[in-house]
């Protein structure tokens, strides 16, 4: 033990006394963090959170009661809110409710104390950057937008914030907006969005029943059978079991008898012969997860640049050449506008660097022997 005083006395004593002050001190500033009552939106940690009763307006009716929560209650962990909608401390009108149930106007819904740790709520009030992105159709109740490839739908899973929270902080007005669908991440093309309720309700509602035109171009290696024009293959999904990608999301051809399987129609037709390539005109019929993706790798012609179900080696050669993303980009889209019930077609030209691609393509350079 280091001893000694300023007086000359041994003062071992004195220092462990301060050095179990310093810890106990340091255990209620870092190990005891406040919570915050994100439900009334505070981050003042003195305010105790309340019981709260929401009312549910003509734009959020027919919502289903979980989506209307995590629309409300930012920063909360969604397994907190299905928690509490399943225990029953969330009521709708005085009775209980379970995540599926659908809100009707003026219904009251009763939301028991919540408090969320300070770092959920800055994470859910983090500054999103504006940006701007190319719109193919607006109106008052809807808005349709050239997605980038490399940018999230949505924030989530790691990702900060995707093109709706970016649509939010550049609009105004915009707080209520939400996606109507979704694309890959690295897909580019049409995403449309909700400006209201009512619109989102009935666009959403022609997406489920398979009324819209989803029509997709993607260039695959390969000169792409002309007679091959329907896959109708089921899909799994699946988790990598262990090495590479260990713990990853994947999709695969499945068993038409499999009980876990998911029907899945993709029509193909060839738009026109690029060099060694096919470039597809691809519509699909339902809405798998990595549905093209993994239809035409099925069929032997796997999407160039497709980092998950393609053909590696060509990739990284044609990175080489400049070509760093998947070819797959949405392109047309097809349906019934949700106030008037005139017929849509939007399309989403080519992005500049897929144009350069095709317009200057060459042969893949052979493989090093």
Known sequence: MVTGSAAGAPWG?????ALWRALISLKSSTWN???VNNIIGTADASVSPQVQTLRVDEESAGQRLDNFLIRHLKGVPKTHI??????GEVRVNKGRASPDTRLVADDAVRLPPVRVSARALDKAQAIV??????VMLEDAHLIAVNKPAGLAVHGGSGVSFGVIEQIRQSMPHASEFELVHRLD???SGILLVAKKRSALTRLQDQ???????KTYLALVKGQWPSNKKVIDLPLQRYLIPN?????ERRVRIAAKDDANAQRAITLVRVSRLVGDYSLLEVTIKTGRTH????HLASQGYPIVGDDKYGDFELNKRLAAQGMKRMFLHAWRLQFVHPQTGRSETVEAVLPEELQNFIDHVQPPPLAPV
């Open 243 to 247: 090495g590479v990608g260990e713990g």
């Open 129 to 134: 950057p504006e940006r701007d992105f190319a």
């Open 185 to 187: 991440r690295e897909t």
């Open 207 to 213: 997406f489920r029943d398979r009324e819209t035109g």
């Open 33 to 35: 963090k406040p919570l």
């Open 82 to 87: 299905y928690r509490i909608i399943r225990s």
């Open 13 to 17: 004593i004195d220092l462990t006394a």
């Open 291 to 294: 549905q093209i993706r993994v």
